[in-house]
């Protein structure tokens, strides 16, 4: 399972994460300096989670390791919701 955690008290910030099988244990992903916003919207068999953290798409390697942001087609935004089969 992949998904987003709010953490706002004081100050709003989102987590993109990842969990084990049935929903055991709870990795964070894309935690860099340069956001305060992520969250992840896609996995496929490999565990390769997609989402977005700030203005732009990532992807991860297998288990959710290895964080890459993706760039832009044109523009300033991107954003990756799935896999493609």
Known sequence: MVGQVLDEPDY????????????????????GDF???????????????????????????PAGEGERELDTLSGDYSEASGFGH
Not at 12 to 31: C, D, E, K, M, W
């Open 12 to 31: 709003p910030v989102s987590y993109a994460f990842i969990t084990g099988v049935n929903g055991q244990g709870v990795t964070y992903l894309h935690r």
């Open 35 to 61: 956001t305060r916003h992520t969250s992840a919207s896609g996995i496929n068999n490999a565990e390769q989670v997609v989402g977005q953290t700030g203005t732009h798409a990532f992807i991860t390697g």
